[in-house]
């Protein structure tokens, strides 16, 4: 209950002052290859202003298209808002993580912006109408130079977007101290779990394994050098749900199946839930649990054929 009351209804960010986006209606001038205080991404497809808004195509699903601004996130900023106001009149895109009409949250490398946050604010394969949309970003404390991109890839359209805005935000302190308290108060009921865990545990070592390894992966969820050391870490979802149900069958190998698949997703759903005490949730968090769901399925059900090969000799 406690949980509920924290992440659903108390407001977690208050906004540093007003819009920090130069040239957030994306106005062209004659004569301007692109607007006031955006840089272009790619060198093929178009992009043109009209009475409507900015237009911006892809003539082929080779081509990259669009257009980034990259700030400097404040000392005080623990988060930015971006807000945009777009359409997609016509489509055509292969379906993937980095593919379709995108709108992202940025930071920059030497071959272009990217997305770093795992989550985009607004993704599109099929045409869609005028639409607001918007998303509260967390921004880890190594990164300071981040921001926005509008872009096309791996698609064949056009996206007309007609405003963006960004701007940044800071922490409630009260949210910030019931959040630290809370996490105090799971972790101590987790290490009574966890201890209890062990000591009935049918292969002690497994037991180990699989508690130690669950210490590590919250640990990761939850400290802001997640993504720094990991970037979008989707590889690990399936890698370790595959371990922890594993480990997990192993460490409860008499138990009946149900029990240890319950056992396995539960220890993925705790990972995912993690994140509450970090980065948030997002509706990318629902495919990385479907990940590592089938992870720990498989691992499961390797536990189980193992078994049987042992009783079989």
């Not at 991109?149 to 910030?176: C, D, I, N």
């Not at 995912?272 to 949730?281: D, N, R, S, T, V």
């Amino acid at each position: 209950m406690a949980s509920l009351l924290l992440f659903v209804f108390l407001p977690r960010y208050a906004p540093i002052g007003g819009q920090r986006l130069a040239n957030p209606g994306l106005a062209m001038a004659p004569g301007e290859a692109v607007p006031r205080g955006w840089t272009r991404i790619g060198r093929g497809g178009e992009i043109a202003g009209d009475a409507r808004g900015l237009r911006i195509t892809a003539r082929s699903r080779r081509e990259k298209v669009g257009l980034y601004q990259i700030l400097t996130r404040p000392e005080d900023a623990r988060a930015m808002r971006i807000r945009g106001r777009l359409a997609v009149p016509e489509l055509d895109a292969l379906q993937g993580e980095y593919r379709g009409a995108r709108l992202i949250a940025a930071a920059l490398r030497d071959t272009g912006p990217y997305r770093f946050n795992g989550r985009p604010v607004a993704r599109f394969f099929a045409p869609a109408p005028m639409a607001r949309y918007a998303l509260d970003v967390p921004v880890p404390d190594e990164r300071r130079q981040v921001g926005v991109a509008v872009l096309m890839s791996a698609a064949r359209g056009s996206m007309l977007v007609t405003r963006l805005e960004l701007f940044w935000l800071r922490e409630y302190p009260a949210f910030t101290v019931a959040r630290f308290a809370l996490g105090a108060a799971w972790g101590l009921w987790l290490l009574a779990a966890g201890r209890r865990f062990l000591r009935s545990a049918h292969r002690r070592w497994a037991a180990g394994l699989l508690l130690a390894g669950l210490g590590l992966a919250l640990l990761l969820e939850v400290l802001p050098i997640h993504a720094a050391l990991l970037g979008d870490g989707f590889w690990l979802r399936p890698v370790g749900g595959f371990v922890a149900g594993l480990l997990a069958a192993l460490a409860r190998e008499r138990d009946p199946v149900w029990r240890r698949a319950v056992l396995g997703l539960s220890l993925v759903a705790a990972v995912e839930l993690a994140q509450l005490f970090g980065p948030g949730l997002g509706p990318d968090d629902v495919e990385d649990f479907g990940a590592g769901a089938a992870g720990a399925l498989a691992g499961l059900s390797v536990a189980r054929l193992l078994g049987r090969l042992r009783a079989s000799r």
